[in-house]
């Protein structure tokens, strides 16, 4: 007959059996992530946590039940930063309960499977939180990172003393939009350049809602005291923007970077004329 005395409940049974249950988490964790860190590693992190969770469970400890919780969240946006995935993540909290449900079974007590029940549901939500955190932490990554993809397609670059280019590739929606007016505010602010000159050679098609924010754009330049010539109007586009019926007003358009530049260059009372050697 078994003697289960000590390991009545799971707080026991953690305390007794440390040595082996944690060198099996260890083990179950380590495989579960295949070699993205070290079993040393692994180690040094999951004894951090098996400590926490011996207190928290032992004598219902406030304090490390919040450590607990902080330490899990903080390992998970670092997986998440470090690219691991959502189970490679979680797997880390999970195998705690294989770990300690082979040790249950070697004991063969059965107060130990009475509390195994509530330490599963309490591992569960531990797992919950950790994938929470998880997740949220590789939403704000991934916005991160498109914000910043978002700067990179949008340069606004120093042409000629005077004039700003605003080269765009691809789509443009109103969160682009935002971002170019910002820039290229902000460098007609810095520059004092009288001329901006966007690009649009590389935009894919021009509908009305793109030939919109063009034009908010333009009406943003101008109340700075610049004036914004819309270059890259292919054939194409041309009839496109001619079929919708799409008005640019007053605001230069030109078919070229090349003609767009030439424009603002006579604006600033400037003429490029060919080297003649003497």
Same mark, same amino acid.
């Given at each position: 007959?078994?003697?289960?005395?000590?390991?009545?409940?799971?707080?026991?049974?953690?305390?007794?059996?440390?040595?082996?249950? &944690?060198?099996?988490?260890?083990?179950?964790? %380590?495989?579960?992530?295949?070699?993205?860190?070290?079993?040393?590693?692994?180690?040094?992190?999951?004894?951090? &946590?098996?400590?926490?969770?011996?207190?928290?469970?032992?004598?219902?400890?406030?304090?490390?039940?919040?450590?607990?919780?902080? /330490?899990?969240?903080?390992?998970?946006?670092?997986?998440?930063?470090?690219?691991?995935?959502?189970?490679?993540?979680?797997?880390?909290?999970?195998?705690?309960?294989? #770990?300690?449900?082979?040790?249950?079974?070697?004991?063969?007590?059965?107060?130990?499977?009475? *509390?195994?029940?509530?330490?599963?549901?309490?591992?569960?939500?531990?797992?919950?939180? %950790?994938?929470?955190?998880?997740? #949220?932490?590789?939403?704000?990554?991934? %916005?991160?990172?498109?914000?910043?993809?978002?700067?990179?397609?949008?340069?606004?670059?120093?042409?000629?003393? *005077?004039?700003?280019?605003?080269?765009?590739?691809?789509? =443009?929606?109103?969160?682009?939009?935002?971002?170019?007016?910002?820039?290229? =505010?902000?460098?007609?602010?810095?520059?004092?350049?009288?001329?901006?000159?966007?690009?649009?050679?590389?935009?894919? /098609?021009?509908? %009305?809602?793109? !030939?919109?924010?063009?034009?908010?754009?333009?009406?943003? /330049?101008? &109340?700075?005291? !610049?004036?914004?010539?819309?270059?890259?109007?292919?054939?194409?586009?041309?009839?496109?923007?001619? !079929?919708?019926?799409?008005?640019?007003?007053?605001?230069?358009?030109?078919?070229?970077?090349?003609?767009?530049? /030439?424009?603002?260059?006579?604006? &600033?009372?400037?003429?490029?004329?060919?080297?003649?050697?003497?």
């Amino acid at each position: 007959m078994s003697d289960d005395t000590g390991e009545r409940h799971i707080p026991g049974l953690l305390r007794s059996r440390r040595d082996a249950v &944690l060198d099996r988490w260890v083990e179950l964790a %380590t495989e579960g992530i295949h070699g993205r860190i070290t079993e040393r590693e692994m180690r040094t992190e999951l004894t951090e &946590l098996y400590g926490l969770v011996e207190r928290a469970l032992g004598a219902g400890d406030g304090d490390a039940a919040g450590e607990l919780r902080a /330490a899990l969240a903080e390992i998970s946006r670092n997986r998440a930063r470090q690219g691991f995935s959502p189970s490679e993540t979680a797997i880390c909290v999970f195998t705690l309960k294989r #770990a300690v449900h082979e040790q249950v079974e070697a004991s063969g007590g059965g107060g130990a499977y009475a *509390g195994f029940t509530e330490f599963s549901s309490y591992i569960d939500d531990l797992g919950l939180t %950790t994938f929470e955190t998880y997740v #949220a932490t590789r939403e704000q990554v991934i %916005t991160d990172q498109a914000a910043q993809l978002l700067e990179l397609s949008t340069p606004v670059v120093k042409m000629w003393d *005077g004039v700003l280019g605003v080269p765009l590739v691809g789509t =443009l929606d109103s969160a682009r939009t935002q971002v170019v007016m910002e820039t290229m =505010l902000q460098m007609l602010a810095d520059t004092g350049s009288r001329f901006a000159v966007i690009d649009i050679t590389g935009v894919a /098609a021009v509908d %009305t809602q793109v !030939a919109q924010h063009l034009l908010k754009t333009a009406r943003a /330049a101008r &109340l700075m005291g !610049a004036e914004c010539v819309i270059s890259g109007i292919r054939p194409q586009i041309a009839h496109t923007i001619a !079929a919708l019926g799409i008005e640019f007003g007053d605001i230069v358009t030109k078919a070229s970077l090349a003609d767009a530049l /030439a424009h603002a260059l006579r604006g &600033l009372d400037l003429r490029i004329v060919a080297r003649t050697d003497a």
